[in-house]
């Protein structure tokens, strides 16, 4: 048949067919449960792979690397960050979850009497981590077996990883945002509110698709008897929002509201933007004094602004003023003087004028942080402000880095980085006779990490944008096990006789025991908040699903914040175990 003829004479067809149908089946859904890319392109690549192609496994190394680098390059801020500062309990707790995994991948690999191929997949797909195969991969080639032994093994682990992964990604976060509050007993509504609360945050209306909006830019004219007249911008926004509550009747709404979705940097809600004297508008300064007969346009929590009008405040019409250059710009945080401060510390600083915070992304994931006057930023956050053209440019410089959109990566550095990394990891280091290595893989990854965290304090280099970093770690895994499936195809069915449905069930076990573990181990040992608890056991299994049905379910992104450093030590761990498990068990 001439389309086979010609899968087998251009092999790369056959990769870029497994990968178009993978990732066309991966995005489908039924009833909330998805394959997944990975898994689907893993699946149509056996199912080509029954033709008979040969594809060289030099590619399948060269797109594993970039994978991995692209992993490290991710999670280096939270990683650094987890194990040096305040995320010290997340990180420790995170070694000890993965341990918990590579444990039962072990203990189950040993019952069932499976040799290291099939532990290795068992192990990537019970715990979901398909990165893990490749370094799994290395240390099978480098047992020493003869070329057919050693592809024996190997054969087997898509087979095992394939049978595995469904329950350890639908039954992960099942375990996790079903049955955990309940073996916890945990109220999520209730634990997040409280949080909430307990950090300074509000529930608010006003977010995206709502037609009230949280805050408010009105004009007001100034009165010739108004107390405003004669002062300072400064004074005026120190001294309005306190007039208010003075003059507000009992029972009116007009307390300061910090918005879980958003809200202000600095103490102060309301500010002068610009005001208009003798037909002309002028931009405010805080040393600029008001006069009788300006009229000010004053932007702020909508229920304050609103209340100067009952405060029988004149409000004006007037589009020229109200038309305020106002822009959102994103802030790549990386100064040292901000690492660690509270929001509300941040907005104590003169440069925090006007300025609204309307999110906070954190992570490989970019995970939402709540916007809590006590949430602390750190380096390698994501910070979304709002606020005049002028305030925000000076915001963004004193936090860190603009992050204005572009196209453009570094490539030069990406693949100097890479190539440094893979050279270290290739040195091999012989103890009693036994040799040690990272492997070129490893050294990618942790050298992902260095240069990740890196740019983080300093960047000025080695800029990867977000579309580009997803292509390589989406694009680069997904290569990677399209070259699996591919090869091991011809062996796929007899390994599904020989390893049996007793596979599948062992996999449900491999995949229970850490999580029912790591949940009690998180509200018992190390009594993490219950509002983060699970998602601190998410981010140690790097079970992104999970963590997207538990904020679901709380209706609250406050368990966000147990995952960033867990999933950060988390998805290093729980790769670099590919090759101890490999060892343990062969």
């Not at 981590?129 to 370094?135: H, N, R, V």
């Not at 005026?236 to 300061?256: F, K, M, Y």
């Not at 405040?313 to 007037?318: A, G, L, P, Q, T």
Request: charged share 15%.
């Amino acid at each position: 048949m001439w389309f086979v003829a010609t899968l087998k004479q251009y092999p790369e067809i056959a990769l870029f067919l497994s990968l178009g149908i993978g990732y066309w089946v991966g995005g489908k859904s039924f009833k909330g449960f998805s394959l997944g890319s990975v898994t689907a392109t893993l699946l149509a690549a056996i199912a080509i792979g029954q033709l008979g192609i040969t594809v060289s496994s030099d590619l399948k190394a060269t797109f594993f690397l970039m994978f991995l680098f692209a992993i490290g390059y991710g999670v280096g801020p939270q990683f650094v960050r987890g194990i040096t500062k305040d995320g010290v309990p997340q990180a420790i707790y995170a070694v000890i979850v993965c341990l918990f995994c590579l444990g039962a991948g072990v203990l189950v690999a040993k019952m069932a009497h499976y040799d290291a191929g099939a532990a290795a997949g068992l192990y990537a797909g019970s715990q979901t981590i398909s990165a893990s195969m490749g370094l799994a991969t290395d240390a099978i080639n480098r047992l020493g077996l003869a070329p057919a032994d050693a592809k024996s093994l190997l054969d087997l682990m898509p087979t095992a990883y394939a049978v595995t992964y469904i329950f350890g990604t639908v039954g992960s976060a099942i375990l996790i945002a079903m049955l955990g509050p309940i073996l916890l007993r945990i109220d999520l509504k209730k634990a997040c509110k409280e949080y909430e609360e307990a950090h300074g945050g509000k529930r608010a209306l006003g977010g995206g698709g709502d037609a009230w909006r949280a805050y408010e830019v009105r004009a007001f004219e100034i009165a010739p008897n108004a107390q405003v007249a004669g002062m300072t911008v400064g004074q005026v926004e120190a001294w309005l929002p306190q007039a208010i509550h003075a003059t507000a009747p009992a029972g009116s709404a007009v307390a300061t509201v910090e918005p879980s979705t958003g809200g202000p940097m600095p103490q102060n809600n309301l500010y002068v933007l610009a005001l208009r004297r003798g037909g002309a508008v002028q931009q405010a300064t805080v040393d600029l004094v008001i006069q009788s007969g300006d009229v000010v346009s004053i932007v702020g929590a909508r229920q304050e602004v609103v209340a100067l009008v009952g405060n029988a405040s004149r409000e004006v019409d007037d589009p020229e003023l109200l038309s305020a250059p106002i822009e959102g710009i994103d802030v790549y945080v990386s100064n040292k003087d901000a690492d660690g401060k509270t929001l509300e510390e941040l907005g104590r600083l003169p440069g925090a004028r006007g300025i609204y915070v309307r999110s906070i992304k954190r992570g490989l994931t970019e995970t939402q942080i709540p916007v809590l006057p006590e949430t602390k930023l750190y380096r390698g956050d994501v910070l979304s402000l709002v606020g005049r053209t002028q305030d925000t440019t000076a915001a963004g410089k004193r936090l860190g880095v603009i992050d204005r959109p572009t196209d453009i990566a570094d490539v030069a550095f990406i693949g100097l980085a890479i190539t440094l990394g893979a050279l270290i990891g290739a040195i091999v280091i012989k103890v009693a006779g036994i040799p040690l290595t990272l492997s070129t893989a490893g050294g990618a990854l942790i050298m992902g990490i260095i240069f990740g965290w890196y740019r983080a304090t300093r960047p000025t280099f080695g800029r990867i944008p977000s579309a580009t970093l997803w292509f390589m770690n989406s694009v680069g895994l997904n290569m990677f096990i399209a070259v699996i499936g591919l090869t091991a195809g011809p062996k796929f069915v007899s390994g599904l006789q020989s390893l049996g449905f007793g596979l599948f069930l062992w996999g449900i076990v491999a995949t229970t025991i850490p999580i029912i573990l790591g949940m009690f181990l998180a509200k018992y040992v190390f009594r993490f908040h219950d509002a983060i608890t699970l998602g601190a056991i998410s981010g140690a299994r790097t079970t992104t699903a999970s963590l997207g049905m538990v904020c679901d379910a709380a209706g609250s992104q406050v368990p966000g914040l147990g995952y960033t450093v867990t999933y950060a030590v988390g998805n290093t761990l729980l790769t670099i175990w590919g090759m101890f498990i490999v060892m343990l068990v062969h």
